[in-house]
């Protein structure tokens, strides 16, 4: 059974910064790319970061420049650096591997 469990959202000031973990169980993700959306209140989800198997990274224009992705094979775990956080960022965070898996998602919220 693959599992995908998302943590380390929270509450930050805007400017701030967080990092996101997606750890994977029941499927070996070196094999896939990943990607990580959003999903803000009254939104369509969105996509955010892809990470490939490689570890090459692609980003939304919005994101650019302040998100990077990262991953870690050998634990199973793909990451996301948040920094320069702004209200806009606000939303539910949650990782996909192979077009088919979502994790839960974390919250984050930036707000002063």
Known sequence: QVQLVESGGGSVQPGGSLRLSCAASGIQISI??????RQAPGKQREWVASITIGG?????????GRFTGSRDDAKNTV????????????????????????????????SS
């Open 32 to 37: 896939y790319h990943m990607r990580w959306y």
């Open 56 to 64: 090459s990274t692609n980003y939304a224009d919005s994101v650019k």
């Open 79 to 110: 990451y996301l650096q948040m920094n320069s956080l702004k209200p806009e960022d606000t939303a539910v965070y949650y990782c996909n591997v192979a077009s088919a898996y979502w994790g839960r998602g974390t919250q984050v919220t930036v």
